[in-house]
Every structure is written in C-alpha cells, then in structure tokens.
C-alpha cells in the first residue's frame, strides 16, 4: 500500500472549510477542481451544482488531506459522522481488488470497483464494522 490519506465530504461548503484549513495548517491548496470544470459532465451534474468543488487538496507534509462538496443526487444524505472516507492508494490493480474484496466483504459496497476518468480502479464500500473506505489506483488513468 502507497499510502491512506482522509477525504472529507462538505454539504457545499468545502472551498470555505479548506480555505481555513489551510490557514490554521500553514499551507496551501495544492489542487482545486469544480464540477463543472470536468469535461463532458461524466457524473450528470445539474447545473445548480456545477460550481461545487469535486476535489480540493491540501499538503500535509508527506500526505494530503483532500475534500468534496456532497451531491445529493450522489448518495445518501450528507451527515456528521458518514462525511468523510479513509482512502487507500494501492502499489497496482491487483491490490486494490484484493483490498476492495476483504474490506467490502461483510459490509456493503456503495460503488463498485470499476475504471473512471481518473482512475484505474476506483470503489467506495463500508467495512463490517461501519468504517468507510475509498480505493483508488490512479494507474494510468491520469496520463
């Protein structure tokens, strides 16, 4: 495993809370991408959303802390306690299905592992004891 990093999840509020994250932290955004900056829409957001950012980070020393805006078409509702994810990043492909299979297995897969615009292989599930994990093996996606 590369490394596990948090991603939280913000109810449309994510710029302003990284913004003083990275006041408080003394550092910087390192990256910041809107809804509507993602070309041809792939995830169908409304045009209401489309400002919301879809991924901000900032640098933690050797790791980031990275963040959302929920979609409410997206998911289930957004509330304190479900708002964030451990996201793992796998050395390869194989690892990341054989972390995704041991992780989801007896708890509940929320999107199956599957390739996407960013990444290789890219899953959210719920472990049996109610953890929440993001795998992401960026591969050659980003290329």
Not at 7 to 12: P, Q, T
Not at 73 to 97: C, D, H, K, R
Not at 101 to 111: C, D, Y
Request: glycine share 10%; hydrophobic share 35%.
């Amino acid at each position: 495993m590369k490394r596990a990093e948090p991603y939280l999840y913000f109810n449309g509020n994510a710029e302003e809370a990284f913004n003083f994250y990275k006041t408080i932290l003394n550092t910087e955004i390192t990256e910041t991408l809107r809804f509507g900056e993602i070309e041809g829409n792939p995830m169908g957001i409304s045009e209401t959303d489309l400002n919301k950012i879809a991924h901000i980070c900032i640098s933690l020393g050797d790791t980031t802390l990275m963040g959302t805006d929920h979609i409410a078409s997206m998911g289930p509702p957004l509330t304190i306690g479900n708002n964030f994810y451990i996201t793992l990043i796998p050395e390869n492909g194989e690892e990341a299905v054989k972390v995704f299979e041991g992780l989801s297995e007896g708890g509940k897969v929320e999107i199956p592992l599957k390739k996407e615009f960013w990444a290789e292989k890219y899953g959210l599930c719920i472990d049996k004891f109610g953890v929440q994990w993001m795998i992401n093996y960026e591969g050659n996606a980003a290329s």
